[in-house]
């Protein structure tokens, strides 16, 4: 996979070159790019940004930058992904399926965020997205950017060292993952629970599904009832 990243804060994104995705670099799996959108502008301030048509508080991202910038890039054929508030809610459904996609491109907003023609010009030469991290307002696109692209980047083929890991996690079945421990068995007066010391994994597996249910179901019962691997039992025990 390739990731070009669009910012004028680029350092914003130096985590990338950390652990998970550094890791996946080394491996040869993915190949990143982080760009000052700076240098795709032309006046000698280097603006990115202009009064709203129509008023308002705040300023917008002009348009010409980021044109440049996917001329300049080759975005035909790439998935362009904007990161807004008002876009579609990221989840692990949407990493799983962007890790498919060759080419990613990230155009970080930043202020009032990015002139609409510039999503709809990119939606005429790329597969555009429109993703939100959460129901909340950040200063600029780069944090969200850095969350979908570790989100993504851990699905790659190849990149986990063991894959089973993935499959046990939370939202991959549409359960919240159950409680984990480790050693020492007994730790400030507090028991790991004794079936997990048992060696019966039939028994383990039962415990830890239904502590992924009761965990959902306390935490997150939007998400328990269109799990497809809670079956109706699970779900009486718990009325
Ligand atoms: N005026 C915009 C609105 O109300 O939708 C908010 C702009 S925000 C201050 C600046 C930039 O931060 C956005 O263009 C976007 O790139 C990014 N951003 C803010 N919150 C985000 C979120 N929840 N998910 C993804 N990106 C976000």
Not at 66 to 92: E, H, K, R, W, Y
Not at 183 to 202: F, I, M, Q, T
């Amino acid at each position: 996979m390739r990731i070009d990243v669009l910012s004028i804060f680029p350092d914003y994104l130096a985590p990338l070159e950390l652990s998970l995705p550094g890791k996946a670099r080394a491996k040869g799996l993915l190949e990143l790019a982080v760009h000052d959108l700076r240098q795709w502008t032309t006046d000698k301030h280097h603006t990115t940004d202009d009064t709203p048509y129509g008023g308002g508080a705040g300023m917008v991202m002009k348009p010409e930058p980021f044109g440049a910038a996917f001329d300049d890039l080759g975005i035909d054929g790439a998935t362009v992904i904007f990161t807004t508030p008002s876009g579609a809610p990221f989840n692990q459904e949407m990493a799983r399926e962007l890790a498919t996609h060759d080419r990613l491109v990230f155009a970080c907003g930043r202020y009032e965020g990015i002139d609409q023609r510039v999503i709809d010009h990119a939606a005429s030469r790329a597969d555009v997205r429109e993703i939100s991290i959460g129901d909340y307002v950040l200063n600029g696109g780069e944090v969200a950017a850095l969350a979908i692209t570790e989100a993504v980047v851990r699905l790659l083929p190849g990149f986990m060292g063991n894959p089973d890991s993935l499959v046990e996690e939370s939202h991959e079945d549409g359960l919240l993952e159950y409680p984990v421990f480790t050693k020492p068995a007994e730790w400030r007066g507090l028991d790991v629970p004794p079936v997990l010391l048992s060696g019966n994994h039939k028994a383990i597996a039962q415990w830890r599904h239904d502590q992924a249910v009761r965990r959902t179901a306390d935490r997150r019962p939007d998400l328990l009832h269109g799990s497809a691997v809670v079956g109706i039992g699970d779900l009486s025990d718990l009325e």
